[in-house]
């Protein structure tokens, strides 16, 4: 069963680069049709996709972040990355990464896109 | 339009039947996908698709749609239900980007 865990300093310094990793277990990162992604939730917010690195290498973000975001993939180690530069308090939120999966499946009439599984979070302070 | 509107709060009775709406252009093309969230808790996966539940999920969860609207049911709600549960979709217009409502806080009176 595939496990993703998020890592990274918990505090981050206005206008530096937020960086944090996600370890996949249990699975091979490179093998599959998934989508490596980011998602935030803001402290008493809603959740908001930051965005994925296709397994293809094929990378998409969030209009509103998107000149801010990396996501990189190392395959070696199995994880992958995400950079948030010119950090401000804003971007202080929970960060989870998660493994999305989309696409058509037999016998439906809509495309499907999920989320599954996700990690645990991890709470990124943006602060002085 | 990429949006998906939720109703920000709602309640029902123990063992009571309640749906929880999702509304947004994406759906006419995407089937929603649901996600409990307890505090302090990363959000779960209950349905995915037209009407599928991963494994561990109980019955009682169940999806549909209908034009622009995606619904989640919960028949007989328990207590472990109150939490906030999200939707979700790719947007429609083939640029990949994904959406997520604003969130439904349920509570179990």
């Known amino acids: 069963q595939v496990q993703l865990q998020e890592s990274g300093p918990g505090l981050v310094k206005p206008s530096q680069t937020l960086s944090l990793t996600c370890t996949v277990s249990g699975g091979s990162i490179s093998s599959g049709d998934y989508y490596w992604s980011w998602i935030r939730q803001p402290p008493g917010k809603g959740l908001e996709w930051i965005g994925y690195i296709y397994y293809s290498g094929s990378t998409y973000y969030n209009p509103s972040l998107k000149s801010r975001v990396t996501i990189s993939v190392d395959t070696s180690k199995n994880q992958f990355s995400l950079k948030l530069s010119s950090v401000t308090a804003a971007d202080t939120a929970v960060y989870y990464c998660?493994?999305?999966?989309?696409?058509?499946?037999?016998?439906?009439?809509?495309?499907?896109?999920?989320?599954?599984?996700w990690g645990q979070g991890t709470l990124v302070t943006v602060s002085s | 339009s990429s949006e998906l509107t939720q109703d920000p709060a709602v309640s029902v009775a123990l063992g009571q039947t309640v749906r929880i709406t999702c509304q947004g252009d994406?759906?006419?093309?995407?089937?929603a996908s649901w996600y409990q969230q307890k505090p302090g808790q990363a959000p779960v996966l209950v349905i995915y698709g037209k009407n599928n539940r991963p494994s561990g999920i109980p019955d009682r969860f169940s999806g549909s749609s209908s034009g622009n609207t995606a619904s989640l049911t919960i028949t007989g709600a328990q207590a472990e239900d109150e939490a906030d549960y999200y939707c979700?979709?790719?947007?429609?217009?083939?640029?990949?980007?994904?959406?997520f409502g604003g969130g439904t806080k349920l509570t179990v009176l």
């Open positions: 998660a493994r999305a999966i989309g696409g058509i499946l037999t016998g439906a009439d809509r495309s499907v896109f999920w989320f599954d599984p």
């Open positions: 979700n979709s790719r947007d429609s217009s083939g640029n990949h980007h994904v959406v």
């Open positions: 994406s759906l006419r093309s995407y089937y």
